[in-house]
């Protein structure tokens, strides 16, 4: 769930910036462009602390961020 959702976060911004390259999306969210190729071919794994590093700069709603820490949520964690 969390590579769907950076993946439609990219597409997202590509639809807004048709020139925003992966490469660039990546650096945007404080990723090498390697990790998140990776992460999206679902070679890689998220860990909580890349989760913690990227989610804000992601943007997500409320329920993307329910979705995007699946199991890893924090027990305090309130949705808005």
Do not use: C, H, W
């Not at 590579?3 to 020139?19: C, S, V, Y």
Request: no cysteine.
């Amino acid at each position: 769930a969390p590579a769907r959702i950076i993946l439609g976060k990219m597409q997202e911004a590509q639809a807004r910036n048709p020139r925003l390259s992966q490469r660039a999306f990546a650096q945007k969210i404080g990723l090498s462009s390697g990790a998140l190729s990776e992460i999206l071919k679902g070679k890689r794994a998220l860990t909580l602390n890349v989760k913690k590093k990227i989610a804000p700069r992601l943007q997500l709603s409320p329920q993307e961020e329910v979705d995007f820490y699946g199991d890893d949520l924090p027990a305090t964690f309130q949705p808005k």
